[in-house]
């Protein structure tokens, strides 16, 4: 099992940044693809972007690309999320994820979540 904790949400005016964090614990010798998804209020669960364990591939979705920034930090069994250029569609609860394939997070089928952070870009 692997538990995932997010921090660092909070709100925002538009324009700004903010940077997640997700600290994982529990079995993590394993070799997980760690990400994000978010979810706005009304809408469906969405994928952000996701790191390989070795942290030198990394997927975005087109709506973040080149604004949103994933790195992982695997001494610290950390994974973050730097957001720039923040706009008010970006406010969702954002989820912290982990999985050993990438196909499942491409899914939506991860299989560890966290609890999740909430974002809130003002406009």
């Known amino acids: 099992q692997v538990q995932l904790a997010e921090s660092g949400g909070g709100l925002v005016q538009a324009g700004g940044s903010l940077r997640v964090s997700c600290a994982a614990s529990g079995r993590t010798g394993s070799t997980y693809v760690m990400g994000w998804f978010r979810q706005a209020p009304g809408k469906v669960r969405e994928f952000v972007a996701a790191?390989?364990?070795?942290?030198?591939?990394?997927y975005y979705a087109d709506s973040v690309k080149g604004r949103f920034t994933i790195s992982r930090d695997n001494a610290k069994n950390t994974v973050y999320l730097q957001m720039n250029s923040l706009k008010p569609v970006d406010t969702a609860v954002y989820y912290c994820?982990?999985?050993?394939?990438?196909?499942?997070?491409?899914?939506?089928?991860?299989?560890?979540w966290g609890q999740g952070t909430q974002v809130t870009v003002s406009s």
């Open positions: 994820v982990a999985d050993g394939s990438i196909i499942r997070i491409w899914d939506s089928r991860p299989t560890y």
């Open positions: 790191i390989t364990w070795s942290g030198d591939t990394t």
